[in-house]
């Protein structure tokens, strides 16, 4: 069995840690709003109406009102985008 010199060893390496640095890169810095047309995408929600209340946050996730069918209701930040792809407005009715 024939060894590979260090050299090569190091640069795989480097080669690799590369494109695992870049994937995740990738993964975790998604241009927000770069979806469908007309899809709100994640700026929406920060433009929304938050609670300052110490209620406003739950879980670790801020609270967004939206106009729902008529009514003002609030829903964590994660769901604000689909209401808001059903036709709900931001803010209260």
Do not use: E
Not at 75 to 81: L, T
């Amino acid at each position: 069995m024939t060894r590979v010199p260090r050299s090569t060893r190091i640069a795989l390496a480097s080669v690799l840690a590369l494109v695992l640095v870049l994937a995740i890169t990738a993964l975790a810095g998604a241009a927000p709003g770069k979806g469908k047309p007309g899809d709100p995408g994640k700026n929406a929600t920060k433009a929304a109406q938050k609670q300052s209340s110490p209620s406003g946050k739950q879980y670790g996730k801020t609270k967004v009102t939206l106009c729902h069918k008529g009514k003002a209701i609030t829903v964590g930040a994660p769901a604000a985008k689909a209401h808001l792809r059903h036709g709900d407005k931001l803010g209260a009715c």
